[in-house]
């Protein structure tokens, strides 16, 4: 493999290639289009963000993927997101090892741009030999037989139309309660509530916005115009919907379905969310969702930013006035949280002095801790070495090592966390 080289996709024809290497990776998709549509106009997914894998000797892109820039938000802290998205590599070249090169280019470019975590959706078996492990919920599926659904819509007092351009300050306002209900959710710019409403219908991650209107009230709903599953996919509703809007949207939402030949209503959203309560009380099987696979490469500096977080669920438990350092022993290197009556002074690197509060996480593991998926206790039932462990000469403390079970019940929570799509 001399000839191949790994380089960002910034050359004059570089798109033409890509579109022609993901026709051939995944045909009959049309990964192809889809990658275009972002390459062209996805807001802050700059070409120095798509990574190929070259062979200089046919001047041909082989492999490809991209690194598609994110928000999420846990509670009330920002902080991005690399996706390793799009990623393909030719039949023939497969096997050989270019995915390995090209993922320590894309983790050279997360450190570049101040990236510390990354998400795939890609397929399983493949991305832990990169690193990757479940951490977020991902792909719901909540089937509710038509016949569940009620036939209100010639007496409903609401109206349906699609979203335009002039009702993104709604869109993004509506997104702000659904950040308010889960602890990990995306947060989208207005260039992002654009995209989709427009850009983005030309793609296999199209999607229908309804807005849901009367005289003195307004909701949303998205629907998925492909996806997995013969159903129609609802993927968004208003968190903040009344009872007889939302009967009278699932009515529409039934009409729709019929109008489609789609045999059920499928919800992709957590189980928590207002609509999907809703019909698994009308009797909708609930179902069981995929996850997200993520990637912490810098758990210091992410820990960091999420210090906002962090200093606000000790200020709300019984440990608010705590003092001293916490470790998180991840084996291959410690992490010392520093703390002063309930205040953060720093995070750094543990170093080789004895340290009392200690609780031990292999990293593969640890972002599902980080991120709310699993609580410890819940990991260590398939992970003994997910642990407290309270270090001194004399014999273990239990008394402590409770102690150090609920300071990270504490810090790092099962949360509610669910990722609408930006695309």
């Known amino acids: 493999?001399?000839?191949?080289?790994?380089?960002?996709?910034?050359?004059?024809?570089?798109?033409?290639?890509?579109?022609?290497?993901?026709?051939?990776?995944?045909?009959p998709e049309k990964v192809d289009e889809f990658a275009e549509v972002l390459y062209q106009h996805l807001p802050n997914l700059k070409k120095e963000y798509w990574l190929v894998a070259e062979d200089t000797s046919k001047e041909q892109i082989v492999a490809a993927l991209a690194l598609i820039p994110w928000e999420w938000k846990m509670e009330n802290t920002i902080f991005k997101v690399a996706e390793m998205g799009i990623v393909a590599t030719l039949p023939e070249y497969r096997g050989k090892g270019l995915m390995h090169k090209l993922n320590k280019a894309f983790e050279n470019v997360m450190q570049e741009e101040g990236f510390f975590l990354s998400s795939i959706q890609g397929i399983p078996g493949f991305y832990h030999k990169l690193g990757y492990e479940y951490a977020v919920e991902l792909?719901?599926?909540?089937?509710?037989?038509?016949?569940?659904?009620?036939?209100l819509l010639k007496e409903s007092e609401f109206s349906f139309r699609m979203a335009e351009?002039?009702?993104?300050?709604?869109?993004?306002?509506?997104?702000?309660?659904f950040q308010q209900k889960f602890e990990l959710s995306v947060?989208?710019?207005?260039?992002?509530?654009?995209?989709?409403?427009?850009?983005?219908?030309?793609?296999?991650?199209?999607?229908?916005?309804?807005?849901?209107?009367?005289n003195n009230q307004q909701y949303y709903f998205k629907i998925l115009l492909h996806g997995f599953g013969a159903g129609l996919i609802l993927?968004?509703?208003s968190e903040g919907i009344s009872f007889d809007a939302m009967q009278a949207s699932f009515s529409f939402i039934k009409s729709l379905a019929i109008k489609k030949q789609k045999p059920y209503v499928r919800l992709?959203?957590?189980?928590?969310?207002?609509?999907?309560?809703?019909?698994?009380?009308?009797?909708a099987n609930g179902g069981k969702s995929y996850a997200l696979q993520v990637k912490i490469t810098e758990p210091i500096k992410l820990l960091r930013q999420l210090v906002p977080v962090l200093?606000?669920?000790?200020?709300?438990?019984?440990?608010?006035?705590?003092t001293g350092i916490f470790r998180l022993n991840l084996y291959q290197f410690s992490i010392d949280l520093n703390w002063n009556r309930g205040m953060l002074i720093s995070i750094e690197k543990g170093n080789d002095q004895e340290q009392m509060l200690t609780f031990n996480v292999n990293p593969r593991w640890f972002p599902m801790l980080c991120l709310g998926h699993r609580n410890w206790e819940e990991i260590q039932?398939?992970?003994?070495?997910?642990?407290?462990?309270?270090?001194?000469?004399?014999?273990?403390?239990?008394?402590?090592?409770?102690?150090?079970?609920?300071?990270?019940?504490?810090?790092?929570?099962?949360?509610?966390?669910?990722?609408?799509?930006?695309?």
């Open 1 to 27: 493999m001399e000839t191949i080289i790994i380089r960002t996709a910034i050359k004059s024809n570089d798109l033409e290639q890509l579109k022609q290497l993901f026709k051939t990776a995944f045909h």
């Open 139 to 151: 792909e719901n599926h909540i089937y509710t037989p038509l016949d569940l659904l009620n036939n």
């Open 165 to 177: 351009k002039s009702d993104i300050p709604f869109l993004m306002d509506e997104e702000q309660k």
């Open 187 to 214: 947060n989208k710019s207005a260039e992002l509530w654009n995209y989709q409403l427009r850009e983005s219908l030309k793609t296999e991650c199209a999607s229908e916005i309804w807005m849901i209107e009367t």
């Open 235 to 237: 993927s968004e509703m």
């Open 268 to 283: 992709n959203m957590h189980r928590e969310s207002t609509a999907a309560k809703h019909v698994l009380a009308l009797g």
């Open 311 to 322: 200093e606000k669920r000790i200020r709300q438990s019984e440990f608010n006035d705590f």
């Open 381 to 423: 039932w398939m992970h003994p070495d997910v642990k407290p462990e309270f270090l001194v000469l004399n014999p273990i403390d239990n008394g402590n090592n409770a102690k150090i079970g609920k300071l990270m019940q504490v810090l790092f929570p099962k949360v509610k966390g669910w990722i609408n799509l930006q695309y």
